[in-house]
């Protein structure tokens, strides 16, 4: 018998102690908690405390939200709190957590809380590319909430001071270099004093970077079931060659590690002109860059091609039937069109269905600000994010390998290749017979 089955069933036994004290609660729900990631920059809390505040004024139920940190600080603090029989109803976790927390065996599917015709029609109406992370054994896991791609933002000024088109930005990996390239200064000493571009390696943020790249090239990382990798394909090995080029080659971006965290406050100093981040950034930097500047959806190999990303909410079993029905519908309202219009305005994330785009205050935000809108029309060429089984593990090796790449310690084959050996190992358990 397969590890995971083995681990699956004592957890399930204590899943089913954790849930009983929920069942003898009174079935009329006065309060449900939530943990909550602050993940970027920004009045989110108070944005949040103001959903949840309307949400008692309509129904009568007080939304509790914890806020826990960045994503994997709120993973942590969430499964500790359930797992001590204290744990919330609900919270915003990675969408591509998906496979590791339904091993943990702490989830409810929304087929198990029950959805009426009404519901099914709401879980219909997300962008299909939110939903990608969302299915597997043929249930529905999760659903969309602040959801994102991967962007570029450059400095239009840069971009003239180069002699390049600031409306035009490039579509293929070798306009990018070619741009980069006019884009990098360096003072008189030869030390760079602008880098033409920074992606993020770090951890937690590096398999991001390359689930866009290796869409660029056309390759799958995972399979639907969260059980394979593909690291050591040619297009995989194509891909971490193109972004250590970046480095050694043309030399637009700095060899080793850049942090998610200073991509943003170094491109507002100017010290890049470009960085690939998050749709949840724009509202800050529109608030913050005294420069002008643009938002593009990433060039590729051949045309461009992205990445979804970002939070979803999940629903605990440890939460007794009539708790799961008001977690469901707190669900409900936040994806209301209205609100998630609201939302997508405040923060920047992209909202989660066609319908908020049809909202009056969203029709009016995209018309006076179009580039609030760039990044939506890149989902049909999107994929979800990197998830299988032993989610953080398989990222942490990913990540040692590709920053051993961009610091000249590997090639991109051998980084692969090790990536591929380590991943098979961690994942053997988790195969299907």
């Known amino acids: ?79 500790t709190a359930i797992k001590g029989g204290s744990g919330p109803q609900l919270a915003v976790l990675l969408a591509a957590e998906m496979h590791s927390l339904q091993d943990q065996d702490i989830l409810v599917s929304l087929d198990e809380i029950g959805l009426d015709a009404e519901g099914k029609k709401w879980l219909d109406g997300f ?30 000024e840069a971009f003239a001071e180069a002699g390049l088109d600031p409306e035009k930005y490039p579509r293929t990996w070798a306009d990018l270099t070619a741009a980069a390239q006019k884009l990098l200064k360096r003072d008189a000493s030869g030390r760079v004093t602008r880098w033409g571009i920074k992606l993020a390696s770090d951890l937690g943020n590096a398999q991001w970077t390359f689930g866009a790249l290796a869409n660029q090239a056309h ?91 970002g939070g979803n909410l999940y629903f605990f079993k440890s939460a007794s039937q009539a708790e799961r029905q008001a977690a469901l519908k707190f669900a409900r309202f936040l994806s209301e069109p209205e609100r998630a219009a609201d939302w997508c305005i405040k923060v920047g994330y992209i909202a989660t269905s066609p319908a908020a785009y049809e909202t009056a205050a969203l029709k009016k935000y995209v018309a006076e600000y179009p580039p ?26 990913l990540t040692d390998q590709i920053q051993a790449c961009l610091n000249g310690a590997k090639s991109p084959a051998q980084a692969m290749a090790d990536t591929q050996t380590e991943a098979d190992r961690i994942l053997k358990p988790y195969k299907r017979t």
């Open 127 to 156: 962008y299909p590319a939110f939903m990608a992370n969302s299915h597997a054994d043929g249930k529905t896991w999760s659903v969309p909430f602040q959801r994102s791609t991967a962007v570029q933002y450059y400095n239009k």
């Open 1 to 79: 018998m397969p590890a995971h089955i083995n681990r699956r069933t004592l957890l399930a036994g204590a899943a089913g102690m954790l849930a009983a004290p929920a069942i003898v609660r009174a079935q009329t729900v006065k309060e449900l908690s939530f943990y909550y990631p602050i993940a970027v920059g920004g009045p989110i809390p108070a944005i949040i405390d103001g959903y949840c505040q309307e949400f008692e004024k309509q129904t009568g139920i007080a939304a509790k939200p914890v806020y826990a940190g960045d994503y994997s600080s709120t993973l942590i603090k969430a499964l």
């Open 372 to 397: 609030a809108d760039v990044a939506r029309g890149f989902l049909p060429v999107a994929v979800g994010e990197l998830s299988t089984f032993e989610n953080q593990r398989i990222y942490k090796v």
């Open 219 to 309: 390759q799958v990382l995972m399979n639907e079931a969260g059980t394979e990798a593909y690291f050591n394909q040619p297009k995989a090995i194509e891909a971490l060659a193109f972004w250590r080029s970046l480095a050694f080659e043309s030399k637009v971006s700095p060899q080793g590690e850049s942090a998610w965290p200073q991509l943003s406050p170094d491109f507002m100093a100017g010290n890049t002109a470009i960085i690939q981040h998050t749709t949840g950034n724009l509202t800050n930097l529109r608030a913050n860059a005294k420069f002008k500047f643009g938002i593009a959806g990433l060039p590729g190999k051949d045309d461009p091609r992205t990445v979804v990303g």
